[in-house]
Structure formats: C-alpha cells, structure tokens
C-alpha cells in the first residue's frame, strides 16, 4: 500500500437506512404494522359500542 492510499475511517450505518435496505424486514413491517393498528381500530370500536338495554 502507497503512502497516498489511506483506508476511511469505517462510518456507522444509520438505522433508518439499515431498515430501507433490508427486503425482508420492509416486508414484515408492512404486514404487521398495518394488522396491530387495525386490530388496535377494531378492539376500540367494539369497545365503544353501548350495551342494549
């Protein structure tokens, strides 16, 4: 190695660019995120129908 290569410095990866690269794991949140919150909606819509009387 030449003294005018010089290796970087090694930069952290951000998280949210690790999240984006990934296939996989954009594809498992884009199932489950979407299933809680609507599980989340309908939980809380039965809850807020009134008892008969």
């Known amino acids: 190695m030449s ?6 410095p090694l930069e952290r ?15 498992f949140l884009g199932v489950t995120l979407p299933t ?4 989340i909606w309908g939980v809380m ?3 807020s129908v009134p008892l008969a009387k």
């Open 3 to 8: 003294s005018t290569e010089q290796k970087a």
């Open 13 to 27: 990866v951000p998280v949210m660019q690790q999240i984006l690269d990934s296939p996989f794991l954009l594809l």
């Open 36 to 39: 809680v919150l609507y599980l």
């Open 45 to 47: 819509e039965v809850a």
